[in-house]
């Protein structure tokens, strides 16, 4: 069981936010798919909504939405999250990962989606000092 790396971006600051989560938090990200809405409570967040836009596993390897489940594949890309095409029309066969959180994924990727009544801030540096 690997602990997950948490980017939150907020919408509204233009930031981004990185904490590391425990191993029985990450636990709750496993099985949850890109585009989908968690709710802040059980990571220690309360009163906030994440959605999950991404991640990449221990290697760097890329989540990608359209690819189902938590297999590594290599399909033939045009462009999008893990290709770039230097040329118009150009299509490449890179490896990404499917769009479910399993062990193997290190970073999450989630935005800000509902604001909690406290800052963000605050409840980080309170969650940290519990743990």
């Not at 690997?2 to 496993?30: A, F």
């Not at 802040?40 to 009163?47: A, K, N, R, T, V």
């Amino acid at each position: 069981m690997t602990r997950i790396r948490l980017v939150i971006g907020d919408p509204q600051t233009g930031k981004t936010i990185q904490l590391e989560l425990s191993e029985q938090r990450s636990r709750i990200l496993h099985g949850k798919v890109i585009g989908e809405i968690v709710e802040g409570e059980p990571l220690g967040f309360g009163g906030y909504q994440f959605k999950i836009t991404g991640g990449s596993d221990g290697t760097g390897t890329p989540m990608r939405p359209d690819v189902h489940g938590a297999v590594r594949k290599r399909p033939l890309l045009s462009g999008g999250i893990g290709y770039k095409p230097k040329n118009p029309g150009e299509r490449r066969r890179r490896r990404v990962r499917g769009s479910e959180i399993t062990d193997e994924i290190v970073q999450v990727n989630a935005q800000i989606i509902t604001q909690g009544s406290k800052p963000l801030l605050e409840l980080i540096e309170k969650s940290t000092a519990s743990s």
